[in-house]
């Protein structure tokens, strides 16, 4: 009997750190939609840069591919995948699976997923269909001062704010931040990293953040091997948190203030006919 021919392979990579590419498909469904993923695989690894809808938030992961257990990839490669169906494909990947990502000559709009579970079921193969395109270029923000360190540990604890309020203030200096949540008259809730008083003199840099775009990131953080994660505050920047995703690379997250996005809007909004004449007055 004749053996089947083996597909050849544009790309191929294998991790047993299944869940974490899982964790990263649920952040990219819950942050980016209705926007696509868009990816770029190269000889180096996979990286992805990408804001919400409203361009409050912007991801930047980047896996590099020496920490997979197996990487090909032939040609330097940019597509993008809906971000609700990919995460779909992969919500019933399991803490010990393994996964392997694959486009074939055969197929190149299609991308494979092939998941092993740790008990030696039988293998799934599943594809999604890809776009090819140029993605969008991001400048990420830059020049922040040293940032404050929290275990992964610590920071998990911050989704308890979630269920408090949909704000919440953080109040930062070299060493110390301080997430607070006030549900009200009867209930608040902080998270203090660092001791104000050992900090050094200095003006606070307090700012109002949308209390999901960061209690998102708790199962991310969780899935950082018990690492760091690094927070960088900033008065005239995004926040920037900085973790590993797992041990196949980086995640970055920046996230606009409510000061921002609000000044932003001011800067952007058209002038009003009361504000025409206003100005043609003086």
């Given amino acids: 009997m004749a053996q089947s021919k083996q597909p050849e392979y544009i790309f191929k990579v294998k991790t047993k750190e299944a869940h974490v590419i899982k964790l990263l498909g649920e952040l990219l469904s819950n942050t980016i939609h209705p926007k696509h993923a868009p990816f770029k695989v190269n000889e180096h690894g996979i990286t992805l840069t990408q804001a919400d809808q409203k361009e409050e938030q912007l991801i930047d992961i980047r896996l590099s591919k020496e920490n997979f257990q197996f990487y090909r990839c032939t040609k330097s490669l940019s597509f993008s995948v809906n971000s609700s169906l990919l995460f779909r494909m992969l919500r ?5 699976d393994s996964i392997t990502l694959f486009i074939t000559e055969a197929e190149p709009l299609k991308l494979g ?8 079921n039988p293998k799934t193969n599943t594809t999604i269909c890809i776009t090819y395109n140029r993605p969008e270029e991001y400048v990420l923000p830059d020049n922040y001062d040293n940032p404050v360190i929290m275990t992964s540990k610590e920071f998990q604890k911050m989704k308890n704010l979630n ?5 919440v203030k953080v109040t930062s200096k070299p060493g110390y931040i301080r997430f607070f949540c006030e549900g009200g008259d009867l209930l608040s809730r902080e998270l203090v990293c660092g001791d104000e008083n050992e900090a050094p003199e200095a003006e606070p840099n307090i700012q109002n953040f949308s209390t ?4 998102g990131l708790t199962k991310c953080a969780a899935a950082s091997q018990n690492g760091n994660i690094y927070i960088f505050s900033s008065p005239t920047l995004p926040m920037k948190i900085k973790m590993r995703a797992g041990n196949l690379g980086d995640l970055t997250i920046f996230i606009k203030s409510i000061e921002m996005v609000e000044w932003e809007e001011d800067e952007t909004a058209p002038e009003t006919t009361e504000q025409k004449s206003e100005s043609e007055t003086e």
């Fill in 92 to 96: 019933s990947i399991k803490k010990k």
């Fill in 113 to 120: 997923f092939c998941v092993e579970q740790a008990d030696e």
């Fill in 163 to 167: 269920s408090i309020a949909k704000t």
């Fill in 212 to 215: 999901n775009y960061i209690t």
